[in-house]
Nanobody, 125 residues
């Protein structure tokens, strides 16, 4: 069964850090670009970051550059999103998604083949 499972979300104070994980089951992430998306209450889903399949080329939303870092460990079949200096506006459900091929990743959600169920991130004091 093909499955993406996110973990690592939770409640964190402003300025804190979290590391989200996206683990793949039933398929290898080696040939997939991975994207992270988020959806805040009452807002549309937006792209956060992505990493390509072959060269590990990364993309970040402009507002997140310098605070978030995406990485992949193909041996563990897992992609990570390190989030630092978190702000209340980062509160959202974070989803990872996999796009077959994905030599150049993008924030175009419909282009992704598999999605995880999401993990909640709440930034609050």
């Amino acid at each position: 069964q093909v499955q993406l499972v996110e973990s690592g979300g939770g409640l964190v104070q402003p300025g804190g850090s979290l590391r989200l994980s996206c683990a793949a089951y039933g398929f290898s992430l080696n040939n997939y670009a991975i994207g992270w998306f988020r959806q805040a209450p009452g807002k549309e889903r937006e792209g956060v970051s992505c990493i390509s399949s072959a060269d590990g080329i990364t993309w970040y939303a402009d507002s997140l550059k310098g605070r978030f870092t995406i990485s992949r460990d193909n041996a563990k079949n897992t992609v990570y999103l390190e989030m630092n200096s978190l702000k209340p506006e980062d509160t959202a459900i974070y989803y990872c998604a996999a796009q077959y091929g994905g030599y150049v990743c993008s924030d175009y959600g419909p282009g992704y083949d598999y999605w995880g169920q999401g993990t909640h991130v709440t930034v609050s004091s």
